[in-house]
């Protein structure tokens, strides 16, 4: 079982900044994908970054340029650093990792963090 924790949340004005950690208490043998994921309330839980094994990264269209995610060289620990914050930022933000394992690496388990508040203001 993998545990995750997030933190770093926050409240800021709008500009802001604010860093986002997620530790994952295992890091699997064959990799995993990490991701952040934030909802409002009323809204659907919706991507917003993740970080496969190779750095690649991916971003949604609302976040580019604004928020950048990374992890540590034992992958152990992703971050999202979020910068020239908005109103509409404003949102729980929850870790994800998508962890490969078995014999193959073919198996597949997700796993959430317990989410930090983000709260931008005007």
């Known amino acids: 079982q993998v545990h995750l924790r997030e933190s770093g949340g926050g409240s800021v004005q709008a500009g802001g900044s604010l860093r986002l950690s997620c530790a994952v208490s295992?890091?699997?043998?064959?990799?995993?994908?990490m991701s952040w994921y934030r909802q409002a309330p009323g809204e659907e839980r919706a991507f917003v970054s993740g970080i496969d094994t190779d750095g690649r990264r991916a971003y949604a269209d609302s976040v580019k340029g604004r928020f950048t995610i990374s992890q540590d060289n034992a992958k152990s620990t992703v971050y999202l650093q979020m910068d020239n914050l908005e109103p509409e930022d404003t949102a729980m933000y929850f870790c994800?990792?998508?962890?490969?394992?078995?014999?193959?690496?073919?198996?597949?388990?997700?796993?959430w963090g317990q989410g930090t508040q983000v709260t931008v203001s005007s």
């Open positions: 994800k990792v998508e962890a490969y394992g078995g014999i193959r690496c073919t198996a597949q388990n997700d796993y």
């Open positions: 295992r890091v699997t043998r064959c990799g995993a994908y």
